[in-house]
């Protein structure tokens, strides 16, 4: 945490003077806090965010309604974590704790109900008798270990602060006619979320596309990726007529996603580009200068469900936690994973 000194300069200095400036230079630090921003990242911490330092309420193994067995990838061994746990370090995972408290609310409903939709309806083997991994294939998880690693001399401001968004909302998911949604978020949009159909094959009526403006502010709204002709086609196994007069064909969603390209005889996805070209959105235009093709996209993510952008920018106006879940997730409701999922809660 970055720190102000005011210093001035001082005619004919007394012990007394001297004594003061001392007692200014130790006090002075501890009451004015400079807005700082995260290593790498690109969203402030206001002086309000920082000021939230205190310890919050501690969590006890007895506000889980269940443990979960996290495979770690790198050690391949598992970990048993008390779910409300689980969540705190997902969230550290996924979001940043700078982030407003009640789009981190918001980030821990959506973690708790993932991890409660995984373990009622995934019927997946996972090694070690494990319920889910450590990685993108279910939700980001670091021990407490490496988040004081990632952290560094932020972690106590970061965990303690992720926490309180963790204890405010223990025990809460999403629910859709009693059932835990699959609670799809992502960074960025392009100013709309997407309708689930059009980028996985599943509708699910709780996913439909909505408007999502607060995204525009966000610092991972645009992006450019250059990619040689030659790298294009290899990626994609085709051959580009480069003297062709539409080198692309283009459709696109309501929300401005590509639904299909054309390009090189064949016809592709928008996500199908989006992955093998390792783009951040499936909302790209593609523009053909010499021997290299230029990918300018809007959004970051599948664009399906929450945008933790645009949450942000709910909680900024003054939105909570359960406004910001309903709107993102259609037609959804708050509930407690004790009355929703019993089976789970009697497996400890």
Avoid: C
């Amino acid at each position: 945490m970055k720190k102000h000194r005011n210093t001035k300069e001082w005619k004919r200095p007394s012990i007394i003077i001297i004594a003061s400036l001392f007692l200014i230079i130790l006090v002075i630090p501890s009451v004015i806090v400079v807005p700082f921003i995260q290593s790498g990242g690109n969203q402030t911490k206001s002086v309000d965010t920082l000021a939230t330092v205190a310890e919050p309420e501690k969590l006890k193994d007895s506000d889980s309604a269940f443990s979960v067995k996290v495979f770690r990838t790198k050690t391949e061994e598992t970990e048993t974590v008390p779910l409300e746990e689980y969540v705190t370090r997902v969230v550290a995972s996924e979001m940043p704790a700078e982030f407003e408290m009640e789009a981190l609310k918001a980030q821990a409903l959506a973690a708790r109900t993932y991890i409660v939709n995984y373990l009622m309806y995934s019927d997946i083997d996972l090694p070690q008798d494990s319920d889910v991994t450590d990685t993108v294939q279910h939700q980001v998880y670091k021990s407490d270990e490496e988040l004081r690693e990632q952290e560094g001399t932020e972690y106590n401001w970061t965990i303690n602060r992720i926490k309180e968004a963790v204890v405010a909302t223990k025990g809460q998911i999403i629910t859709y006619e009693g059932v835990p949604i699959t609670p799809a978020f992502f960074s960025t949009s392009n100013g709309y979320t997407e309708d689930s159909e059009k980028y996985w094959q599943n509708e699910l009526p709780y996913l439909r596309s909505v408007e999502s403006s607060w995204d525009l502010d966000s610092p991972k709204f645009l992006d450019q990726k250059v990619l040689t002709v030659a790298q294009v086609e290899q990626l994609l196994g085709v051959k580009i007529d480069q003297s062709a007069e539409n080198v692309f064909e283009i459709k696109r969603t309501e929300s401005n996603r590509v639904a299909e390209i054309k390009l090189g005889g064949k016809s592709f996805t928008g996500r199908e580009i989006r992955e093998s070209l390792d783009l951040r959105s499936s909302d790209f235009k593609v523009e053909q200068k010499n021997e290299h093709m230029i990918f300018t996209t809007k959004g970051f993510g599948h664009g399906v469900g929450m945008s933790q952008y645009g949450a942000n920018g709910m909680a900024k106006e003054g939105k909570n936690y359960t406004e910001i879940v309903t709107y993102y997730y259609q037609g959804a409701e708050v509930a407690q994973v004790d009355s929703t999922a019993p089976k789970l809660s009697a497996r400890n």
